[in-house]
């Protein structure tokens, strides 16, 4: 970050293009669109422009107090989806004697052209406009020399007609941008896909980006580019296949399909019975976590590889596997906190297209809906190297194949019972066969536990329901 006596020096320099002064503290408009042009850095300057809140025109401070509420509303600009693709900023307070001042420093973005809600925002000398088609051109060929992803490599061999240009218009351009922006656009069909990483001019063909987006035939051009489900019986993939479906085609189609099929096929509710009048509903793989982790290995794997995206299901888990292992700066030791994007002309479409939210939250969320549903957490196998893995473990409640003895022993034990007693209301000799069959699986699953601590036959020894199995009875509300 500027150090205090920089700030100060940039504060009187009025004609600096890379400064902007302002004493308003609730424009976010106004802090969207400076942050957004500093990114884009028009001029090459390749230092960072600075949104500097608190100060008058002529550099003087207005006096102004920086609230944390004030450094949380700017600090949230960074990731709540209007500036694409996301920010490089950091922010800090400074204090002088007459005032206070909010510097967020912005770095330029080496995937120009940025645009704040659909508008590409430049400085032009010490002010700020929306970009022309010249400027916008010069941005994109920015971001041409800058990008080393293969998602943004030309498809040699390609053309625009090995595009869904219709897709691209109905689908992708009206959640892109506002209405009034798309009715101005004038250009040729070529130059609005090269503005967003879908074509490249220089070689007069689509880019990979394009192809795997909107593509009549991605596997013309990338044999691995689809997503392979299996139903296994068991626990292995030696098991009888009881089901398999190849989700293949353009992602703008296929996203939809698949979080079609996770909400009606995986995340489906299944009932269980609580007793011989009643029963509930469970959810073996919630709807969001099952859908993140699957959008997520999408968006991240290597389209360079042959190999598809793997969507396993078997009876007590849920495996998918996708080509790549982590990539960039996310490293074992720094997962899920640190993120990078393996292909970044995807990963801010498929935000565009919501099916992915990029705040590095996903995992967090993933987890916290897992345990949530009684499935525990998600385990990550980051030791493939060359792959990704994850594991989905089905809920407990869903796994569990509970007879109608199990469960009454279950309602019977609200209150502490003897073993006597749990018998006699199952109306069973108090046998050892009996107890392995019918409690002992209870107690195994943690479902009720002993009132004294040791084993069965300590003197006085009750059991009663615990946490656990109270869910089985009575699932909490949430």
């Given at each position: ?46 230092q960072a422009g600075y949104l500097i809140i ?107 007609d090995d595009l869904d240009i219709k897709l ?311």
């Open positions: 970050m500027i150090s205090k006596d920089e700030l100060e020096k940039l504060l009187l320099d009025i004609e600096n293009s890379r400064v902007e002064r302002t004493i308003s503290i609730a424009n976010k408009e106004k802090f969207g669109e400076a942050i957004c042009a500093f990114c884009n850095d028009l001029p090459d300057s390749q608190g100060a008058n025109d002529n550099g003087s401070r207005c006096g102004l107090k920086v609230t944390d509420e004030l450094q949380l509303n700017i600090a949230a600009i960074r990731s709540d989806g209007n500036i694409q693709p996301q920010p490089a900023m950091a922010i800090e307070k400074f204090t002088f004697p007459d005032g206070e001042l909010l510097v967020a420093e912005v770095q330029p973005s080496n995937f120009p052209p940025v645009r704040y809600k659909g508008r590409i925002w430049i400085r032009v000398g010490a002010r700020k406009s929306v970009a022309n088609e010249a400027e916008e051109k010069i941005l994109y060929e920015k971001r041409a020399a800058n990008i080393k992803t293969f998602d943004a490599m030309p498809c040699i061999g390609g053309n625009i691209f218009k109905t689908e992708y351009l009206p959640k892109a941008f506002p209405e009034d922006i798309l009715l101005e656009d004038k250009r040729e069909m070529e130059l609005k896909l090269q503005s967003l990483g879908f074509y490249d001019l220089r070689f007069g063909c689509p880019t990979y980006a394009g192809i795997i987006l909107f593509g009549n035939n991605p596997e013309k051009f990338l044999p691995g580019c689809y997503t392979q489900y299996v139903r296994f019986a068991g626990e292995t993939r030696a098991g009888e296949i009881m089901n398999e479906h190849k989700f293949h085609g353009n992602l703008v189609q296929v996203l939809s399909k698949m979080d079609t099929f996770v909400e009606l096929s995986i995340a489906k509710e299944k009932p269980l019975p609580i007793s011989a009048l009643r029963e509930t509903k469970v959810i073996s793989y919630p709807y969001f976590a099952t859908r993140e982790l699957l959008m997520n290995a999408v968006m991240h794997r290597d389209y360079e590889s042959n190999s598809p995206t793997r969507f396993y299901e078997f009876d007590s888990y849920i495996e998918i596997q996708n080509a790549g292992g982590l990539y960039g700066k996310a490293r074992p030791e720094n997962f899920p906190d640190v993120n990078d994007y393996r292909n970044p002309i995807i990963s801010e479409a498929m935000k565009i297209l919501g099916y992915v939210n990029r705040y590095n939250r996903g995992i967090i969320k993933v987890q916290k809906e897992l345990k949530e549903n009684g499935n525990g957490k998600a385990i990550f196998d980051l030791t493939l190297i060359t792959a990704f893995k994850v594991i989905e473990p089905i809920s407990a409640r869903a796994k569990m194949k509970l007879n109608e003895r199990q469960i009454a022993t279950l309602e019977f034990c609200k209150t502490a019972k003897s073993r006597e007693e749990i018998f006699a209301f199952l109306g069973l000799s108090n046998q050892t066969k009996n107890y392995v069959k019918y409690v002992q699986p209870l107690i195994d699953a943690k479902m009720i536990i002993f009132t004294k601590p040791g084993k069965s036959d300590v003197r006085g020894q009750q059991y009663v329901l615990s946490k656990s199995g109270g869910e089985i009875i009575e699932p909490s509300e949430e």
